[in-house]
């Protein structure tokens, strides 16, 4: 979400140019479906081109979903 919005890119615009639905998309980016794998790559490189045009925003994504590491030495 924040890639698409640094981006300036709107649900329908992105959705659209994946070939989907609105309301599937939006699924994709709430984590409640999986995209198929057809629209998993195409998104796979729509995501890969954003973090690299807005690194900061990309960095900033991977550190927010990053999971803590609860083993102990």
């Known amino acids: 979400m924040r890639l698409r919005r640094a981006d300036g890119l709107t649900q329908?615009?992105?959705?659209?140019?994946?070939?989907?639905?609105?309301?599937?998309?939006l699924r994709w980016e709430n984590g409640q479906v999986v995209?198929?794998?057809?629209h998993l790559a195409a998104y796979s490189r729509l995501l890969t081109g954003l973090a690299a045009k807005h690194p900061e925003v990309g960095q900033e994504a991977d550190v927010v979903s990053s999971p803590r590491s609860t083993s102990s030495p």
């Open 35 to 38: 995209p198929r794998a057809q």
């Open 12 to 25: 329908e615009e992105v959705a659209r140019a994946l070939g989907v639905s609105r309301v599937a998309f």
